[in-house]
């Protein structure tokens, strides 16, 4: 059956939503890191990181940022980028850098994925707009971070598709939304709750301290992050496999698990990004999008 948001998606993409934006640069050691976000009544909706390393830049940010984002790449001379994951929140201008010559690199599946038109829900389109279909290429293992290289490590769980950088000279981890927050509390009806941990665990066998997280980066101390967050999402597990042994429903056990936040930033999303996702995920593993299902079933 065709989910309702496909049919109402050609709509909302033309719907003139009245977001603002934020856009800044900073230097952290020599990267250059964007941070933009949409705002609404001049509140900012979690951020986005987007990082310029020499003539790599990880990341695209969100479409309505398109200016100050081509704007910087150009000025650095970016002629690569390497996409963490498909989300339009990290694909939003790729397709805008491609058409100034920009190589566009991700993941076999993201390549695919980020290849067509993906239909997105509503909540989509208010926090982050569109992107483009850009024609990606399969990264290779080992990509320039300007003056070292940064090693692709495998980081599904929140997407499919989804990878990390590891620059070990640097110490630096770009991880994408492999973390996101060391207390998460709500999941994307799609996201792998074990291939999350997994990832957390891989990436906790590698040397770093600076996690460049693509919403709430740690300059310092992100190896703890990391660690903090798989201690948390472990503890989670097994109190969800032990309410469900007492043969708890999905709802009895996210109400005693305590922890669903009541903003409206939750409510908006219509029930896709919740705690009842995290449950559902660790319980029966994630629930993928029919989009998603067909764009990886078609050949590359
Ligand atoms: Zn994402």
Redesign the pocket.
Known sequence: MTPLYHLLDPLWRHFPFPAGHTFDASAFEDATVLRMARTYRGREILPVYCYVVGETLVDTGISSVADEVVTAARRAKVGRVVLT?H?E??SGNAARLASFGAEVLATDSGVRLVAGELPRRFYQHVLWGEADPVKARVVPDVVPLGRFDAHVVPASG??VDQLALHVPERGWLLS??AFVAEKIKVFRGDEDFHESCLTLERFLTLDFDALLCAHRPRFTGGKEAIRAKLAWLRELEGRVKESRAKGRSVRRIVRELGIEPSSSFYTITFGDVTTANLVRSILDGPKRRVEVVRALSTAS
């Open positions: 994951h989300h929140d990290h929140h997407s994408g939304d």
